[in-house]
């Protein structure tokens, strides 16, 4: 696996009041700057948007990474949420905390594999049907 982000990523994060939230991440690296695209269902209950895009863009250097997540369009109590995380030696999972004033949390990354895939659907295949 390349320690380039680059690539589709499923992660979570911890918000107060709301629990676990999942997304899936696209990101580009290309000398050590890092951009890319979210999608997440909107967790708060009176949000008239069942799923928020959002815009990321931040750095890397060796294993630290921090980005700006700014969701499109902004509003519904979402807006610009800050990033910082570390990544781990195979560049398969980022760990860390995002913050908004007056609120943080805990988030994970991990990259999709498209070999993980596979092997569960051959592990499928081996299972008889009932």
């Not at 320690?3 to 629990?19: A, E, F, K, M, R």
């Not at 700057?33 to 799923?51: D, F, K």
């Not at 995380?85 to 990259?111: K, Y």
Request: net charge neutral; with cysteine; proline share 6%.
């Amino acid at each position: 696996m390349s320690d380039d982000l680059s690539g589709v990523w499923n992660g979570s994060y911890i918000q107060p009041g709301t629990g676990m939230v999942t997304f899936t991440a696209t990101l580009v690296e290309a000398g050590g700057a890092v951009s890319g695209s979210v999608t997440e269902p909107c967790s708060n209950p009176n949000c008239p948007l069942r799923t928020h895009n959002a815009s990321i863009a931040g750095q890397r250097s060796s294993s630290s990474v921090s980005f700006v997540k700014r969701y499109e369009p902004p509003g519904y109590g979402f807006d610009t949420v800050h990033y910082e995380g570390v990544v781990n030696a195979d560049a398969t999972e980022i760990d860390g905390r995002w913050r908004l004033p007056g609120f943080s949390g805990a988030f994970l990354m991990i990259r999709a594999s498209k070999a993980a895939r596979a092997v569960t659907t051959e592990q499928q295949a081996k299972v008889p049907s009932r």
